[in-house]
Antibody, heavy 123, light 113 residues
């Protein structure tokens, strides 16, 4: 079955960077976009951006532009999200999600989602 | 950016009763060339990732019980649970994929009265 399995929880100090990985199985990574969404404790969902694993092209939400970088390693069907210059308000669960492309080639809904990776930023 | 709002913030419904969640977008998410609404609904249970319920505003994802229905067009959308079951306790989010950045509603928490 289609599945996204993410790397384990991370703890970082303010100013540091973190990289979260997301391994796809049950489908070919390069045939769908990969999105990243985060959720602060007790809060809602915040979309961060996408990567096209086939071409490597990316789009980042303006909120994260300059601090986030998304990449992929197609040989191991894995996508990565790196967030730099961490602050305490970056403490959140980070999710990857497969991005569906509609028949016109336009971006569409997210399904499925990875299990989430808790990133804690604390001094 | 398209701003998504939801109402109510929280909803207490008796088992077997109807639950209705509203979602509004700050601009239309109806794509005129294909007449599709670029809106999805997700369900998130405690400690779990979100799960897709509907896409194109009203197309039910495979495996989603038919007591769930999605409706609406343009800027106003509704998720309805016709007969609330214990396993439906969750937070429900709408999301537009009409424009980047994608945006989510703030969520509606559904619990048992």
């Amino acid at each position: 079955q289609v599945q996204l399995v993410q790397s384990g929880a991370e703890v970082r100090k303010p100013g540091a960077s973190v990289r979260v990985s997301c391994q796809a199985s049950g489908y070919t990574l390069t045939e769908y976009y990969l999105h990243w969404v985060r959720q602060a404790p007790g809060q809602g969902l915040e979309w961060m951006g996408w990567i096209n694993p086939k071409s490597g092209s990316t789009y980042y939400s303006p909120k994260f532009q300059g601090r986030v970088s998304m990449s992929r390693e197609t040989s191991i069907s894995t996508g990565h999200m790196e967030l730099k210059n961490l602050r305490s308000d970056d403490t959140a669960i980070y999710y990857c999600a497969r991005g569906i492309i509609d028949i016109r080639g336009l971006l569409a809904w997210l399904d499925p989602w990875g299990q989430g990776t808790l990133v804690t930023v604390s001094s | 950016d398209i701003v998504m709002t939801q109402s109510p913030d929280a909803l207490a419904v008796s088992l077997g009763e109807r639950a209705t969640i509203n979602c509004k977008s700050s601009q239309s998410v109806l794509y005129n060339s294909n007449k599709k609404n670029y809106l999805a609904w997700y369900q998130q249970k405690p400690g779990q990732p979100p799960k897709l319920l509907f896409y194109w505003a009203s197309t039910r994802e495979s495996g989603v019980p038919d007591r769930f229905s999605g409706s609406g067009s343009g800027t106003d959308f509704t998720l309805t649970i016709s007969s609330l079951q214990p396993e439906d306790v969750a937070v429900y989010y709408c999301q537009q994929y009409f424009n980047t950045p994608f945006t989510f509603g703030p969520g509606t928490k559904v619990h048992i009265k």
